[in-house]
């Protein structure tokens, strides 16, 4: 019998996208569906900008109240297929009709509701899931709710749940007061969510799911360690009989050289040294770059914070420029790394570039154009970036973390695609930009690389295998 799940999560491609989770989102389902006859579904809040840019192709199915707390709430329930999977969207115009998806001041109740309202739409979209998949804490309530306020019917006691997490490091973590005004929630069930006096959304995930997993093999590992796990370890470590963890892939339709509109020129893996070429030029032009195709040119594309290892790059950018490299860097993120790399280019004209801001279409132009590819993260669940860059033919160095770890391998070791460290200081990046650059110098061997680097398979296909496999599982 065909299976049915049911993804709930906070963003997804193409309706709203913030960062790694909203790719994964948008790809997986349709991945899944592609191989097996799993009847896969998507349901995501109906955030403004999703009503305002996308209402033409979304219908509207039918509408419910309901309750969370002393609140009685308007819940809409609208539908769309995209790439043969059905999407529902969950509206309430109070909590959704925002700028953004994330950063209210009442995004515990936004969330909440919208989890209980996931919940109580299924009879009325008629679609009672085998395997209902939640992603991050802001979905961390449907698995907490099914076996709490939803225990009793036969319906939702056979639905079974996998929980992912994408980041350990967002937890969802509020006062204890508000577990019943605002989760809906009595102090029986309290000791499910609590931790270290807080509510925390995500370790109550951890603790009722049926199957746990993580975006890495290894950092399914690394997150037993404190190191890693922001304070959840022992919870960790107590439900580790059902931890699994999983390769994220790209959507390879999404991000191709070879169709990719925003690029300056279209290459594949027979034309990328003249397509790549082209690119940089007229990237480096359109940066104010000096006009060199054989200097070699590194990217950054992060957020401009600690744990992307944002600290140690700003030690090592001005060695890594003076040793003759430019430098790009493409992101947002805290104040003094938004003004240190602004200050970065200020202090090297022609050699560096910074824009400070989160732009789809420079960062495809990037990694179109850029030689190498900097990620020098603290801790990486998966990292996409890495991958897309590969699949663009821009050569990642990478430290050994996580996602990182599993799918960048140093090719001074033999067949490699890329360069990667272990060491987290300035000096660990520098001496892999050095190893790099002189690869890089040594064109026929540089142009192998190249060629390896993009013809590592990081489609969704294999992981695809993966989920189907565990699904079957549960
Ligand atoms: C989070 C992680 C990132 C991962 C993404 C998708 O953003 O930080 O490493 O690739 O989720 O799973």
């Known amino acids: 019998m065909t299976k049915k799940i049911l993804f709930v999560a906070s963003e997804a491609a193409p309706f709203v996208v913030t960062g790694g989770l909203g790719d994964v989102i948008g790809a997986l389902p349709a991945a899944i569906m592609n191989k097996s006859d799993m009847d896969v579904r998507v349901v995501l809040p109906f955030y403004r900008d999703i009503s305002e840019n996308?209402?033409?192709?979304?219908?509207?199915?039918?509408?419910t109240y309901v309750s969370l707390g002393w609140r009685n709430q308007y819940s809409g329930i609208f539908r769309t297929k995209y790439k043969n999977v059905t999407f529902y969207f969950?509206?309430?115009?109070?909590?959704?009709?925002?700028?953004?998806?994330?950063?209210?001041?009442?995004?515990?109740?936004r969330f909440a509701f919208f989890c209980k309202s996931v919940l109580e739409i299924l009879p009325l979209i008629d679609f009672f899931p085998d395997i209902i998949h939640a992603h991050d804490w802001q979905s961390a309530l449907v698995p907490i709710y099914l076996r709490t306020l939803f225990g009793d019917s036969e319906n939702y006691r056979r639905i079974r749940t996998a929980f992912t997490i994408h980041n350990?490091?967002?937890?969802?973590?509020?006062?204890?007061?508000?577990?019943?005004?605002?989760?809906?929630?009595?102090?029986?069930?309290?000791?499910?969510?609590?931790?270290?006096?807080?509510?925390?959304?995500?370790?109550?995930?951890?603790?009722?799911?049926?199957?746990?997993?993580?975006?890495?093999?290894?950092?399914?590992?690394?997150?037993?360690?404190?190191?890693?796990?922001?304070?959840?370890?022992?919870?960790?470590e107590k439900n580790s009989g059902k931890l699994g963890g999983i390769l994220n892939g790209i959507d390879y339709e999404t991000y191709n050289p070879k169709t990719d509109m925003s690029v300056f020129r279209q290459f594949d893996e027979t034309t990328f040294e003249n397509g790549k070429r082209e690119n940089k030029l007229l990237l480096q032009h359109m940066f104010g770059l000096t006009q060199n195709a054989d200097i070699p040119l590194i990217a950054v594309i992060s957020r401009l914070v600690n744990h992307k290892g944002m600290d140690i790059l700003a030690e090592a950018a001005d060695r890594i420029i003076s040793g003759g490299a430019q430098l790009a860097v493409l992101g947002t993120g805290d104040y003094n790394y938004e003004d240190f790399f602004y200050n970065l280019a200020r202090r090297h004209p022609g050699m560096?570039?910074?824009?400070?801001?989160?732009?789809?279409?420079?960062?495809?132009?990037?990694?179109?154009?850029?030689?190498?590819?900097?990620?020098?993260?603290?801790?990486?669940p998966c990292g996409l970036a890495q991958m897309i860059a590969s699949?663009?033919?821009?050569?990642?160095?990478?430290?050994?973390?996580?996602?990182?770890?599993?799918?960048?391998?140093?090719?001074s070791l033999g067949r490699g695609n890329g360069f990667t460290f272990s060491g987290y200081g300035s000096g660990d990046i520098i001496d892999a930009v050095n190893r790099a650059k002189t690869l890089y110098y040594d064109k026929e061997n540089w142009r192998a690389l190249v060629k390896e680097v993009m013809k590592t398979d990081f489609s969704w296909d294999k992981s695809a295998g993966h989920y189907i496999n565990t699904y079957n599982s549960m």
């Open 54 to 63: 996308h209402m033409s192709e979304i219908e509207y199915v039918c509408y």
């Open 90 to 109: 969950i509206d309430n115009e109070y909590y959704f009709k925002r700028d953004g998806c994330y950063g209210h001041f009442d995004d515990g109740e």
């Open 168 to 236: 350990i490091e967002y937890q969802g973590k509020y006062d204890l007061s508000i577990l019943g005004d605002v989760f809906s929630l009595s102090d029986y069930h309290g000791g499910i969510v609590e931790w270290n006096g807080c509510i925390n959304l995500m370790k109550g995930a951890i603790e009722v799911c049926d199957k746990l997993l993580t975006v890495s093999p290894t950092y399914a590992s690394e997150i037993f360690s404190p190191f890693y796990s922001h304070g959840l370890s022992p919870i960790i």
């Open 352 to 380: 560096a570039y910074t824009e400070l801001k989160f732009n789809p279409d420079t960062a495809r132009k990037m990694y179109a154009a850029s030689d190498i590819f900097l990620m020098p993260s603290k801790s990486e």
């Open 391 to 411: 699949r663009y033919g821009s050569v990642p160095i990478v430290r050994a973390t996580g996602g990182l770890y599993d799918s960048i391998h140093d090719c």
